[in-house]
């Protein structure tokens, strides 16, 4: 989307609901945080609440990025961007919405596995996971058993996300998976695994609730997993 009308700046204020819901979407897409905050602001200022603001004019536009993100139309550095103007508009948004008592649509607890310090993947589905109204609480890097189990249960989680991205550190999330059956708890949670070298059959033989390819994947499998469970 490209702006081919600097000379004619758009003021978000001036703009009907509908339109500046349109153009948030397309701020969104661009990367564009300081509009989005701006566009959140006026949005809320006209009594629309918060609730509101988060679905249709937040996660309706992070859902294009998803889309075309997955279609090979846009690649991490501009979802990351889009992510990034998300955040800014949820910092707004959060205070309000744990104020009036919304509930996210779901809870990821989500690490890198132990071994392996890559991060860029987890990050992305973490942003996109929040870009689709989830909570998410990022356990960061080189997670052990443990670590993921504690979270977890402390969290209440509704789901466990696992990445990795050496083939020598895959296996782990299988040590954590059965740790959880050790437990007797791994039916209360489902685990979404991925990473650059895994697939759909490994992704079962760990026992798996569902392997993710990307971001949007993710988003996706965690919402049809909730539908499936609600």
Avoid at 57 to 76: N, S
Avoid at 101 to 108: I, L
Avoid at 184 to 206: C, H, M, S, T, W
Wanted: glycine share 10%; charged share 25%.
């Amino acid at each position: 989307m490209t702006d081919q009308f600097d000379d004619e700046e758009i003021i978000l204020s001036e703009l009907p609901d509908d339109e500046l819901v349109d153009q948030m979407h397309d701020d969104l897409y661009d990367g564009l945080a300081e509009e989005i905050t701006e566009g959140t602001q006026i949005l809320l200022d006209r009594g629309w609440s918060a609730q509101q603001v988060l679905t249709e004019a937040l996660v309706g536009g992070m859902a294009v990025v998803g889309i075309d993100f997955r279609d090979g139309v846009l690649f991490v550095p501009e979802v990351l961007m889009a992510a990034n103007a998300m955040k800014a508009g949820m910092a707004k948004l959060k205070p309000l919405l744990v104020e009036t008592g919304v509930k996210p649509a779901g809870k990821m607890v989500i690490g890198t596995v132990k071994g392996d310090i890559h991060d860029i993947g987890k990050n992305l589905v973490g942003m996109m996971m929040e870009g689709a109204g989830f909570e998410v609480i990022d356990l960061g890097i080189n997670i052990d058993a443990d670590t993921y189990i504690e979270a977890i249960e402390e969290h209440q989680a509704d789901f466990l996300g696992m990445s990795a991205l050496l083939t020598t550190t895959m296996p782990y999330m299988k040590v954590v998976i059965d740790q959880m059956k050790e437990k007797g708890i791994r039916d209360k949670y489902k685990v979404l695994v991925g990473g650059a070298p895994l697939n759909e059959e490994f992704g079962q033989a760990v026992g798996a609730d569902a392997y993710c390819r990307d971001a949007a994947t993710a988003v996706d499998a965690a919402r049809e997993l909730l539908a499936a469970t609600g």
